[in-house]
């Protein structure tokens, strides 16, 4: 989150944050890693493993390594509130609440509506005007991060060996290394109702399992290339805060043919494992390709283990979320259809969708185009080619030194897809 600026020496102020964060985390045992700012953990967390214990202690050598100020006992040596020892260069606040008092003094109330550790002491005071539930509910949480899922990884691997096999075959992305966000993106409605049905069912995970409701979250993506069908499976793993494994079974099937079975089975044993996590199989429809045309027997028990695994994994006993994504369904036979609860449709988006998309994508930039026009233009367009419309059109803007998109730059870029699809669409064929 962007913080303002402020009226004190910013150096000061961010070395100011750390060590009443320090002393906060200290007095307050309730207070957790997710208490603390992405920083803050990288200060106070010891080694890899990214495991804490009291008292946290603040050195000259974490501040320069970590925010990258050196010398920062000196950059503060003036404050009445801080004390610096020698040996082993430790600063420490001396007197909380007038430290506390110096600092939102100083500015730096920006810095205490970003960090919930500090707005859990700040929250009493009059004129902080902070809410320590909403600064840690927008805190990124520890879970979210590459460092906690690499954690959980490191400690699967030293429980069982044979699982590091399964993570050769999958891409594993923490939430926090995910671009891609919902608000980003540009849903249906019936997009949105599965979505907000999957955080429902997550919210009453015990309930449901109380009364032997497992079959839900287990979603089939089908529609055209670039209709975001892997953007909205990315996205999710920020809303849900799950890691997401992604697999192409077409790798998986032609790299390592005499283990797939088994192989796929420590692909799923792996996401449960891990979970919460979210399960992503692109090319969903190689495994009916697989099932009609190879005779090879490996081949078909590969495919039968993945249907078993398929069958036997649930969001609600196991904290996974299976999404499958096809660009071609009709040749999914029923075998494979009927294991998905939900079947969720990206068609090419209409007029208005693909205005949307339009402001979305341009969001950060200077466009003076009239969106509903361009947007009737664009017919047949998927998002992914309105986003390289719009990459065209930056860049024809740039080499004419420019930094503003005009229309004559995006009549650019609409030419630039329509001689993509020409050019594939071109029959190469001799006579």
């Given at each position: 989150?962007?913080?303002?600026?402020?009226?004190?020496?910013?150096?000061?102020?961010?070395?100011?944050?750390?060590?009443?964060?320090?002393?906060?985390?200290?007095?307050?045992?309730?207070?957790?890693?997710?208490?603390?700012?992405?920083?803050?953990?990288?200060?106070?967390?010891?080694?890899?493993?990214?495991?804490?214990?009291?008292?946290?202690?603040?050195?000259?050598?974490?501040?320069?390594?970590?925010?990258?100020?050196?010398?920062a006992?000196?950059?503060?040596?003036?404050?009445?509130?801080?004390?610096?020892e020698?040996?082993?260069?430790?600063?420490?606040?001396?007197?909380?609440?007038?430290?506390?008092?110096?600092?939102?003094?100083?500015?730096?109330?920006?810095?205490?509506?970003?960090?919930?550790?500090?707005?859990?002491?700040?929250e009493?005071?009059?004129?902080?005007?902070?809410?320590?539930?909403?600064?840690?509910?927008?805190?990124?949480?520890?879970?979210?991060?590459?460092?906690?899922?690499?954690?959980?990884?490191?400690?699967?691997?030293?429980?069982?060996e044979?699982?590091?096999?399964?993570?050769?075959?999958?891409?594993?992305?923490?939430?926090?290394?995910?671009?891609q966000?919902m608000?980003?993106?540009?849903?249906?409605?019936?997009?949105?109702?599965?979505?907000?049905?999957?955080?429902?069912?997550?919210?009453?995970?015990?309930?449901?399992?109380?009364?032997?409701?497992?079959?839900?979250g287990?979603?089939?993506?089908?529609?055209?290339?670039?209709?975001?069908?892997?953007?909205?499976?990315?996205?999710?793993?920020?809303?849900?805060?799950?890691?997401?494994?992604?697999?192409?079974?077409?790798?998986?099937?032609?790299?390592?043919?005499?283990?797939?079975?088994?192989?796929?089975?420590k692909?799923?044993?792996?996401?449960?494992?891990?979970?919460?996590?979210?399960?992503?199989?692109?090319?969903f429809?190689?495994?009916?390709?697989s099932?009609?045309?190879?005779?090879?027997?490996?081949?078909?028990?590969?495919v039968?283990?993945?249907?078993?695994?398929?069958?036997?994994?649930?969001?609600?006993?196991?904290?996974?979320?299976?999404?499958?994504?096809?660009?071609?369904?009709?040749?999914?036979?029923e075998?494979?259809?009927?294991?998905?609860?939900?079947?969720?449709e990206?068609?090419?988006?209409?007029?208005?969708?693909?205005?949307?998309?339009?402001?979305?994508?341009?969001?950060?930039?200077?466009?003076?185009?009239?969106?509903?026009?361009?947007?009737?233009?664009?017919?047949?367009?998927?998002?992914a080619?309105?986003?390289?419309?719009?990459?065209?059109?930056?860049?024809?803007?740039?080499?004419?030194?420019r930094?503003?998109i005009?229309?004559?730059?995006?009549?650019?870029?609409?030419?630039?897809?329509?001689?993509?699809?020409?050019?594939?669409?071109?029959?190469?064929?001799?006579?």
């Open positions: 989150m962007k913080v303002t600026v402020m009226s004190g020496d910013s150096d000061s102020l961010r070395i100011m944050e750390v060590l009443l964060t320090a002393e906060i985390f200290n007095q307050n045992p309730t207070l957790d890693l997710n208490d603390l700012t992405p920083a803050c953990r990288e200060i106070f967390c010891s080694g890899d493993t990214k495991t804490i214990k009291r008292p946290v202690y603040v050195s000259d050598g974490l501040i320069k390594r970590t925010l990258g100020i050196a010398d006992h000196e950059k503060i040596a003036k404050n009445p509130f801080v004390s610096y020698d040996f082993g260069q430790r600063l420490k606040i001396t007197t909380l609440k007038p430290a506390a008092e110096w600092f939102l003094a100083q500015g730096g109330r920006p810095l205490v509506g970003v960090n919930p550790a500090l707005a859990f002491f700040f009493s005071f009059d004129g902080a005007n902070v809410s320590y539930n909403e600064v840690r509910k927008a805190n990124p949480p520890f879970e979210d991060t590459k460092a906690s899922i690499d954690q959980k990884i490191t400690k699967i691997i030293g429980e069982d044979k699982i590091r096999s399964a993570l050769d075959l999958v891409i594993v992305t923490a939430p926090e290394e995910v671009e966000k608000e980003d993106l540009v849903c249906s409605p019936e997009q949105t109702a599965v979505i907000n049905k999957i955080h429902h069912a997550l919210h009453h995970r015990d309930f449901l399992c109380k009364h032997r409701i497992y079959e839900v287990k979603l089939l993506f089908v529609g055209p290339p670039g209709t975001g069908k892997t953007s909205l499976a990315l996205a999710m793993s920020h809303s849900m805060h799950m890691p997401v494994l992604e697999v192409r079974l077409s790798m998986i099937t032609s790299q390592y043919l005499g283990e797939t079975s088994k192989n796929i089975d692909i799923f044993d792996l996401a449960k494992k891990l979970a919460p996590s979210i399960l992503f199989i692109d090319e429809d190689f495994v009916a390709k099932r009609v045309t190879d005779d090879h027997g490996a081949m078909k028990r590969a039968n283990a993945l249907l078993k695994n398929i069958d036997r994994i649930s969001l609600i006993r196991n904290g996974v979320l299976l999404i499958g994504a096809t660009n071609h369904p009709q040749l999914l036979d075998a494979a259809w009927r294991r998905f609860d939900e079947v969720v990206f068609s090419l988006p209409d007029e208005e969708m693909r205005r949307e998309i339009l402001k979305s994508v341009t969001s950060s930039m200077t466009c003076t185009c009239d969106y509903q026009e361009i947007a009737s233009m664009t017919d047949g367009f998927s998002g080619d309105i986003r390289l419309m719009i990459k065209e059109a930056l860049l024809s803007a740039l080499m004419d030194s930094e503003t005009d229309r004559q730059d995006l009549d650019k870029g609409i030419r630039m897809v329509r001689n993509r699809d020409a050019i594939r669409n071109l029959n190469w064929k001799q006579e």
